[in-house]
């Protein structure tokens, strides 16, 4: 069984570009989540989709993070403009149950310089 | 393949006794080991950690010990009380290969606690 996988793995860019980081969920899974690790060991929830609807954005910092998952498959989240607190790293989990058996990512990440 | 294996999808603990979450890895590359618990909605909030210099680090009623040869640890919660319901990750990292905020987690395991 695949896992959840994230693309890019790592990403570089500069203050006011923009990035878009990828998640693809386990197979069957209608449940997609972002979580940022931003320094040290805590993770914070980003949002939670269910199927192609946001469930719950409450964790999105700003209006600069945009997150979309047409169809109800992969998800991306779009940094437009980036800047530099947005560096950490970024991941994905998928489930099959809301709050069931939550399926983590390798994470993707973000260095804005 | 599963680098990081929570074999125990649930585990339901009486409170006041102990409670004893179980976690294998495979990547002997891993030197940096980390539990978070986590409620609905809320990311992984992070509980206690253990470099693989150490084989026991100790935090309150939080214990986690190392054995490294066996490429297992465990967390250990004792007392274990109502507030501590929730689904535990294990997550791995190879520090000192320069993934400092790279993750690999676990599938989680979900401790219930019972009056």
């Known amino acids: 069984e695949a896992g959840v996988t994230q693309f890019p793995s790592h990403s570089v860019i500069e203050k006011g570009q923009t990035v878009t980081l990828r998640c693809d969920p386990i197979?069957?899974?209608?449940?997609l989540y972002w979580y940022r690790r931003v320094m040290g060991k805590e993770i914070k929830f980003l949002l939670h989709?269910?199927?192609?609807?946001?469930?719950?954005e409450s964790g999105m910092p700003n209006n600069r993070f945009l997150a979309e998952r047409t169809g109800g498959t992969y998800s991306t989240l779009k940094v437009q403009p980036a800047e530099l607190e947005d560096s950490g790293v970024y991941f994905c989990a998928s489930s099959y149950q809301t709050y069931s058996e939550e399926f983590f990512g390798p994470g993707t990440r973000l260095t804005v310089l | 393949d599963q680098q990081v294996k929570q074999n125990s999808p649930s585990l339901s603990v009486q409170e006041g006794r102990i409670s004893i979450l179980n976690c294998d890895y495979t990547?002997?590359?891993?030197?940096?080991f980390l539990w978070y618990k986590k409620y609905p909605a809320e990311g992984p909030t992070f509980l206690i950690s253990i470099s693989s210099i150490k084989d026991k680090n100790e935090d309150g009623r939080f214990t986690v010990f190392l054995n490294k040869s066996a490429k297992h640890l465990s967390l250990h919660i004792v007392p274990s009380q109502p507030g501590d319901s929730a689904v535990y990750f294990c997550?791995?990292?190879?520090?000192?290969?320069?993934?400092?905020?790279?993750?690999?987690f676990g599938k989680g395991t979900h401790l219930i606690i019972q009056p």
């Open positions: 990547n002997s590359m891993f030197d940096y």
């Open positions: 989709f269910v199927k192609e609807s946001k469930q719950d």
């Open positions: 197979s069957g899974h209608d449940n």
């Open positions: 997550a791995a990292s190879a520090e000192s290969g320069g993934g400092a905020d790279g993750l690999t």
